[in-house]
């Protein structure tokens, strides 16, 4: 839907450019070098004013955004004046004439009820205003309307009518994108909560009953583990960033690997091997650990057997590569094609669709989990995660207590 949108913002600006530039050629002809033809130069024009324009918009309709982008919209438009609002108030004036805040404000009740344009005459006594009237777009968002573009014109224009309700709809796509964008960082925050919810009893159980058996025997080793317990907990339900840095993701499997190795002893050997290089890469909160975790679960519970568990993180290029495998039971892959798509049930595999589905959102369907497995012959899950991805960026490393 977003790829839609956007797709459909760029296809708006050339047309609109192309078409505007008939309109504005008489008034303001311009020197247009050596960057072609007139519409050429024109849509060339447009298209980075809309670029200016657009990362503002893409944080919603605040007063901020609305300021920050007023004037590169007014340029688009070529008009003296332009001002943006949303249901109650005019968030950003650009150009001349502000003293019709207030009228502007008056006429908008019609436009903002039934989400179709408008264009009026201003009432205005002053000798050096240029204002005499004024184009209201409305910006819509999921069919509501949540503000309106007004350009405002020394005299009415039909070409001034069509090229403000473009421009409004190209708006109205970057505010979409910005609904999406907040919609994804819900869904993001909602998931890692559902993950906490999902793994923490488990893991709480029997890290503090493995803590407790060695109170009597070993009453340092027990401070240890509960140091490690503290350290893990902490990390997992930590409140700041959607993303953490491998460095820190490996360092909270360490403290959760200790806990595991002192519950099941010599039964868990774990080997990683890790390039220094790919420690600083960013990746979503909480990814690791879960697939970690389910390792743990469908390998040891249930069996007195040995088992291993490998941990590798490769420099791949453009990319970070990260493997984990196990020796453990393995899976049916029909039965992990259904965790996968959300339908095996919580049982099946800890955290799995959820890691897999975070992954897809953050870096594209074709980052998702790799995995590899069959009943008896253990699992090997592989992430590919990019260097860089816009947007994806560590809050930091945790202060220590």
């Not at 997992?236 to 953490?244: E, K, L, M, P, Q």
């Not at 002893?265 to 990814?287: D, K, M």
Request: proline share 6%.
């Amino acid at each position: 839907m977003s790829g839609f949108l956007a797709g459909l913002s760029v296809a708006v600006l050339p047309l609109l450019a192309a078409g505007f530039w008939l309109g504005r050629r008489t008034a303001r002809p311009e020197r247009l070098g050596g960057l072609g033809t007139p519409v050429e130069h024109a849509t060339f024009q447009t298209l980075h004013t809309a670029s200016l324009a657009a990362p503002p918009l893409r944080g919603g309709l605040t007063e901020e955004t609305a300021r920050r982008s007023a004037r590169r919209l007014r340029s688009l438009l070529g008009t003296d004046a332009l001002c943006l609002t949303d249901r109650d108030t005019v968030l950003a004036w650009d150009g001349a004439g502000e003293h019709h805040r207030e009228e502007v404000l008056q006429r908008l009740a019609g436009p903002l009820e039934t989400g179709r344009g408008e264009a009026f005459r201003l009432t205005c006594d002053a000798p050096d205003c240029p204002l005499r009237w004024a184009v209201v777009a409305p910006l819509t968002v999921d069919d509501r309307v949540h503000g309106a573009l007004v350009a405002c014109a020394p005299r009415e224009s039909a070409v001034l009518a069509r090229a403000a309700g473009e421009v409004a709809r190209w708006v109205s796509v970057q505010l979409e994108l910005a609904d999406l964008d907040r919609s994804r960082t819900r869904l993001i925050e909602a998931e890692i909560r559902a993950l906490r919810a999902q793994i923490s009893p488990h893991f709480i159980f029997n890290s503090l009953a493995v803590i407790a058996s060695f109170v009597r025997t070993d009453p340092e080793r027990a401070r240890e583990l509960l140091l490690e317990f503290a350290d893990f907990t902490r990390y997992s339900f930590r409140r700041h960033g959607d993303f953490t840095t491998l460095a820190d993701e490996l360092h909270a499997i360490d403290h959760y690997l200790a806990l595991v190795r002192a519950r099941f002893g010599e039964r868990l050997t774990v080997t990683l091997q890790i390039a220094p290089e790919v420690l600083p890469v960013a990746l979503p909160f909480l990814c690791l650990q879960p697939l970690v975790e389910n390792a743990v679960k469908h390998g040891l519970e249930g069996t007195t057997d040995q088992r291993h568990i490998a941990i590798t993180a490769r420099d791949a290029g453009a990319e970070a590569l990260v493997v984990i495998e196990d020796d453990g039971a393995g899976m049916d892959p029909e039965l992990l094609r259904r965790i996968l798509a959300g339908e095996g049930g919580p049982s099946g595999g800890i955290g799995l669709s959820n890691v897999d589905d975070r992954l897809r959102q953050v870096y594209g369907d074709d980052r998702g989990l790799v995995i590899e497995t069959a009943p008896g012959a253990g699992m090997k899950i592989t992430i590919r995660l990019p260097k860089y991805q816009p947007g994806v960026h560590s809050a930091g490393r945790l202060p220590r207590p």
